[in-house]
């Protein structure tokens, strides 16, 4: 069974701050990987998705990379803004009909 | 904006009612899916359809069960509703592999 983590579950930077969001899973075997948002009390916004055949992909300031081999997908977030605060959830996908598997995310603040 | 909309967005229910929440997509896209958010537990697929009158279980699929009739239309029943049951409900679908997200049904079973 897939199983994705997210760390640290919380983080708080100053603005302006570059950053870098974890995610690891148990199962290499995945077909692709997603990047979400989450504002609170919101719906999910998909990021970023990412095919097992790609390593990364670029959208504006932000950057996800993928690693199957060693199980980890990074979500970069260049040059933060107090906007850009909210939950980021990654999750793999089995491909086809598939589900996804979510990690808990990473609940983040921007500080002006 | 995927164009999926989520009906009702809010309900408050008591044990033992049958609730049913309606999932409609615009796109007439083939793959469809129910999932429930909860504090410590994130995001779990409860149900999931690959067409009209196709459908499987997920991961939570005990106390639920799934309808789809039409390709745009995808129902969740809580045949029993629970306390447990108690949480925000968000439909999905993926058009290409991408899944996006309808804006949720918060349900609070008493």
């Known amino acids: 069974k897939q199983e994705v983590t997210q760390i640290p579950a919380a983080l708080s930077v100053p603005e302006g701050e570059n950053l870098v969001l974890n995610c690891s899973f148990t199962?290499?075997?995945?077909?692709?990987l997603q990047w979400f948002r989450q504002d609170p009390g919101k719906g999910l916004t998909s990021l970023l998705l990412i095919q097992s055949s790609q390593r990364e992909q670029t959208s504006g300031r932000l950057n996800a990379s993928l690693d199957k081999s060693s199980g980890r997908s990074t979500l970069y977030i260049a040059a933060s803004q107090p906007g850009d605060s909210a939950t980021y959830l990654c999750a793999s996908g089995g491909g086809g009909a598939d589900g996804l598997t979510f990690g808990k995310g990473t609940h983040l603040i921007i500080q002006p | 904006d995927a164009g999926i909309t989520q009906s009702p967005r809010h309900k408050v229910t008591e044990t033992g009612t049958p609730v049913t929440l309606r999932c409609h997509q615009t796109?007439?896209?083939?793959?469809m899916y129910w999932y429930r958010q909860d504090p410590g537990h994130g995001l779990r697929l409860i149900h999931y359809?690959?067409?009209?009158?196709?459908?499987d279980k997920g991961e939570v699929s005990d106390g639920y069960s799934v309808s789809r009739s039409k390709t745009e239309d995808f129902l969740l029943t809580l045949e029993s509703a629970t306390s447990s049951q108690t949480s925000v409900y968000f439909c999905a679908i993926s058009p290409q592999n991408e899944q996006f997200f309808g804006p949720g049904t918060r349900l609070t079973v008493l």
């Open positions: 359809s690959y067409g009209v009158k196709d459908t």
């Open positions: 796109e007439n896209h083939r793959y």
């Open positions: 199962d290499s075997a995945i077909y692709n």
